[in-house]
T-cell receptor
């Protein structure tokens, strides 16, 4: 399968379960955080974002939690479906006039029917 | 309608050749980016342009030259291709510098 040789962190869940994907970021000056979903053969797709002045944000079936104290970000997916199977990336934004996103390593989520 | 499009989708070429990848966005965004994704799925920014002006150049070899003819297009020209250039290259755009970035489908480059 696609995961062979990738050495990505992986998470395997049963359909209908809740999934939690974690991310540690490095730059305490980062003020913007985004989760992206990348399906096989496609580009990263925006899921949800959060600014550093918030600690929680909810979307449709997804919630992002931000803990600035320990520089930790998580993505919770409720009632995970087979279509949620993908690689999930967190990204942190910083830089002022040279603003850029720095992407994390990615987590491969596999949903078993 | 595709918001961010790239051509070609696949590119197979010999070492030493010169090739270009094109990107267009129809979102009316001001800022465009090029990223490289390696075989381990690590995604790293290469360049960003805001209103046709280069903002970020992340220590990319000067064999890579981005060109922005207008703010809806950002092309990437690569000279003297090397084996290590094999990767997936993604274009992205955002409404403003620092805004949410939307990605194209990627160009899979294989250098033989």
């Amino acid at each position: 399968g696609e995961s062979v040789g990738l050495h990505l962190p992986t998470l395997s869940v049963q359909e209908g379960d809740n999934s939690i994907i974690n991310c540690a970021y490095s730059n305490s000056a980062s003020d913007y955080f985004i989760w992206y979903k990348q399906e096989s053969g496609k580009g990263p797709q925006f899921i949800i974002d959060i600014r550093s002045n918030m600690d929680k944000r909810q979307g449709q079936r997804v919630t992002v939690l931000l803990n600035k104290t320990v520089k930790h970000l998580s993505l919770q997916i409720a009632a995970t479906q087979p279509g949620d199977s993908a690689v999930y990336f967190c990204a942190e934004g910083s830089g002022g006039s040279n603003y850029k996103l720095t992407f994390g390593k990615g987590t491969l989520l596999t949903v078993n029917p | 309608d595709t918001a961010v499009s790239q051509t070609p989708k696949y590119l197979v070429t010999q070492m030493g050749n010169d090739k270009s990848i094109k990107c267009e966005q129809n979102l009316g965004h001001d800022t465009m980016y090029w990223y490289k994704q390696d075989s381990k799925k690590f995604l790293k920014i290469m360049f960003s342009y805001n209103n046709k002006e280069l903002i970020i150049n992340e220590t990319v070899p000067n064999r890579f030259s981005p060109k922005s003819p207008d703010k809806a297009h950002l092309n990437l020209h690569i000279n003297s291709l090397e084996l290590g250039d094999s990767a997936v290259y993604f274009c992205a755009s955002s409404q403003v510098d620092g805004g949410t970035q939307y990605f194209g489908p990627g160009t899979r480059l294989l250098v033989l």
